[in-house]
């Protein structure tokens, strides 16, 4: 008969004891961490593009500026968690996409305020994820 040898299971309950740990963390509490955090990105990238109207009289508007918000709710959408960043200022799209003068003989350019800031925070996305994944799971199991 074969002799198997000894075997030292320690190291595969230590495993298991971190995985647990790593579960206890929330997963879906990373997620929707993650979520905010982006959204933050965004909304922080959206109001610095957000242009400010200048008048005639010498006074300076701001109210589109002032106008982005986050809804505090994630939602969770099978595997996908959303977070609405919005403006719901009434002129807010018109000066996104662009629109027509007043007498319907120009057209006036969009600014792309929010367009030029999605694109930017969704191509520094999954480095900031990644970032983020390694510090939890250097957490679990570096941190006994």
Known sequence: MARW???DYRQLKRLQEKM???EAAGLATFC???????AAR???KAIKRTPVG???DGKTGGTL???WTIDANVVRRGNVYEIEVINPVEYAQYVEFGHRTRNHQGWVKGRFMMTISADEVQQQAPKLLEKKLNKLLKEAFDGD
């Open 5 to 7: 040898g000894r075997v």
């Open 20 to 22: 647990q740990k790593l």
């Open 32 to 38: 929707e961490d993650a979520a905010k955090e982006i």
């Open 42 to 44: 965004l909304l922080a």
């Open 54 to 56: 200048v008048y005639e």
């Open 65 to 67: 500026r002032r106008g």
